[in-house]
């Protein structure tokens, strides 16, 4: 589902193209819906990626919708719902698919995602939103506990990230589910615009009788906050999809009271959110100034773009200690898995973007509290 981040699809298209070619056995269909992006993302996109087929919408569906419209296309046993400001390693495909294979009690499979700085995200793994598990992370607990099985059981903060294991909860973002599950539970709940309804589905697929399982043996990259700007209509979206799901789940059931009681305690969360956002300072989007800039990955790539940054007068150098930003160059001598996996070795105070070879931009995103970086030439 993509929605106004064209550059950053474009290097998802790109790392699924190579994902693609290692299960090469298998046919693969790939569907991108546009929820009426504003950013031309259909006339930029569909000419480079004809292995794709592009759904346009006249309106923005939301995440839901748009997803189970790429549900309701697919032919294959196995359905991947991936967000947009992703990039996957080559392998990837592979090894999930090899993991479901050998685990058929297992409906649904996420794996380990880190940010666009390297940062592991805790959402890869999570647990059920139970009223104890939200009380801990509403009030800090969580992050007081992080490793706490007790106080920590909403990210599972006692499960180590690199262990395969079992979850309540897998992220949209990344979540491959067998058809044949989605047939029985049917895809995501559409009464949730945004937000939630992958805790919903997990739910269901679980109490469907399958496992969720969080594999973390291939790891992608979560540009985290792309798709949605971190302002008061994300704010208002995200506590309205908790309150929906809080309805679903503890108001009904004899789970009255518990479900007021947590309603309450989501409405007075939210309120504090949107006084915290009235007094934020507007992030502008990341026009930061020109850092030493070192490239880093496949020397042919390498070669193509430096000319065109000191075009766009970029202040590159040649040794990487001098750099405050690094520009991780994809292509034959480089593959996004290695990309992905330097990145998981950051350093300190240095700033990263990718560039996969053939695409015309460089994108780049620190932080889920503000907008990325995108740097575009059509002479890429």
């Known amino acids: 589902m993509n929605y106004n981040v064209k550059y950053f699809l474009e290097q998802c298209l790109c790392s699924v193209q190579k994902a693609i070619g290692r299960v090469s056995s298998m046919e693969v269909e790939v569907f991108v819906i546009d929820n009426h992006s504003t950013d ?6 569909q000419p480079k990626f ?32 991936l967000n947009p400001d992703t990039i996957i390693a080559e392998d ?49 607990l969580t992050s007081l506990f992080p490793h706490s099985g007790f106080f920590a059981g909403y990210y599972l903060g006692h499960l180590k990230e690199n262990n395969e294991s079992t979850v309540a909860t897998l992220s949209g973002a990344f979540m491959i589910v067998r058809k044949e599950v989605l047939r029985k539970t049917g895809g995501f709940d559409e009464q949730y615009f945004m937000y939630a309804e992958d805790i919903d589905l ?10 969720n399982y969080y594999f973390p043996k291939t790891t992608i990259i979560h540009f985290k906050g792309e798709s949605t700007q971190r302002d ?7 506590y309205k999809a908790m309150i929906q799901f809080n309805r679903t789940y503890f108001r009904q059931r004899g789970k009255a009271l518990i479900g007021i009681l947590m ?12 006084l915290m956002q009235l007094f934020k300072l507007k992030r502008s989007n990341t026009k930061h100034l020109d ?26 150098v040649e040794n990487r200690e001098e750099a405050r930003e690094i520009i991780f160059c994809e292509g034959e001598a480089c593959s996004f898995g290695e990309i992905i996996e330097s990145v998981q070795q950051p350093e300190e105070s240095v700033r990263y973007q990718f560039h996969a070879a053939g695409s015309q931009c460089i994108v780049g995103s620190e932080t889920k509290e503000k907008m990325g970086g995108v740097i575009f030439s059509a002479d890429f």
Not at 40 to 45: A, R, V
Not at 263 to 274: C, N, P, T, V, Y
């Open 50 to 81: 004809p292995l794709a087929h592009f759904v346009a919408n006249e309106v923005n569906q939301g995440f839901a919708k748009a997803n189970n419209q790429g549900l309701s296309r697919s032919a294959g046993r196995y359905i991947l719902f």
């Open 263 to 274: 309603e309450a305690g989501i409405r007075l969360r939210s309120a504090i959110a949107f």
């Open 202 to 211: 997990s739910h269901r697929i679980r109490q469907a009788g399958y496992l």
């Open 232 to 238: 008061l209509r994300y704010t208002k979206l995200f």
């Open 92 to 140: 990837c495909f592979e090894k999930v698919i090899l993991s479901l294979d050998t685990h058929p009690d297992v409906g649904a499979s996420g794996v380990r995602m880190i940010d666009g700085a390297g940062r592991y995200l805790k959402e890869s793994k999570r647990g059920f939103p139970s009223p104890w598990n939200s009380f801990c992370k509403m009030t800090g």
């Open 291 to 316: 850092l030493p800039i070192y490239l880093s990955g496949d020397s042919q790539t390498v070669t193509r773009i430096k000319p065109i940054l000191l075009q766009l007068r970029k202040n590159i």
């Open 40 to 45: 031309g993302s259909l006339e930029y996109l």
